[in-house]
């Protein structure tokens, strides 16, 4: 299998090469390689994200440009935004943008642990680029 970059600019791919090591598919010499390290920096950072919110058993987030479903932790806003949306019509799609973290949980795991609820935006849905 491949590992597709899509961003701005072309298309980067990589090919596995080793457990934990991708290869840059290039012409250039050395070979470009990446390796996952054990052990890094926590990523800490606070976040703007817009994507779909499903409130079920367990809150979820569907961020709208990557797709990345996480958890929502429920504290503070995330009790909030909950809340918010039980006094919406029920059946609806929602878009929300939040300000958040994102954490690693436990069980190795993604998770949102929202700061602020900018806006829910009832009735919509993400729009695919």
């Not at 409130?55 to 797709?67: H, M, Y």
């Not at 019509?89 to 900018?118: D, F, H, M, Y």
Request: proline letters at 6%; a positive charge; one cysteine or more.
């Amino acid at each position: 299998g491949q590992v597709a970059l899509e961003r701005d600019g072309p298309t980067r791919w990589f090919e596995p090469v080793a457990e934990n090591t991708l290869r840059f598919r290039t012409n250039a010499k050395p070979d470009h390689l990446i390796s996952k390290q054990d052990t890094g920096p926590a990523f800490d950072y606070l976040v703007t994200l817009e994507g779909e919110y499903q409130s079920a058993k367990v809150q979820r987030f569907t961020e709208c440009r990557t797709g990345l479903s996480l958890a929502i932790i429920e504290q503070g806003e995330g009790r909030r935004i909950r809340r918010q949306y039980r006094s919406m019509p029920r059946g609806q799609p929602i878009v929300a943008v939040v300000e958040g973290r994102i954490l690693t949980q436990g069980n190795g795991g993604l998770a949102l642990s929202i700061q602020r609820l900018v806006t829910l935006k009832p009735g919509e849905r993400c729009v695919n680029p």
